[in-house]
Nanobody, 122 residues
């Protein structure tokens, strides 16, 4: 079992930035491919971004391409989601996910965090 802990969410004005972090205490995240997903109230969970083991591959949802950036620091066992030019429609609970396979935008990752709330005010 892999426990994932997200942090960095909060309230930000439209056009602002936030950086989310995902850590796995006691685990080597370098062994896993990672993804970020989000779920807004009344909507289904949707894919945001994914990154392969050694950062060779990244993949983004069209809605965040050019504004968000996923990265990882395997030495720190942490994955990041830098979110710039935030919009009210980015408001959601953001979840990180891990899998030993590169699942990209599939929702079938094996491990999920509890989520962190991001609220973007207009």
């Amino acid at each position: 079992q892999v426990q994932l802990v997200e942090s960095g969410g909060g309230l930000v004005q439209s056009g602002g930035s936030l950086r989310l972090s995902c850590a796995a205490p006691g685990r080597t995240l370098g062994n896993y491919c990672m993804g970020w997903f989000r779920q807004a109230p009344g909507k289904e969970r949707e894919f945001v971004a994914a990154i392969s083991w050694a950062s060779r591959s990244t993949y983004y949802a069209d809605s965040v391409k050019g504004r968000f950036a996923i990265s990882r620091d395997n030495a720190r066992n942490t994955v990041y989601l830098q979110m710039n030019s935030l919009k009210p429609e980015d408001t959601a609970v953001y979840y990180c996910a891990a899998d030993v396979r590169y699942k990209r935008d599939s929702s079938s990752y094996d491990y999920w965090g509890q989520g962190t709330q991001v609220t973007v005010s207009s």
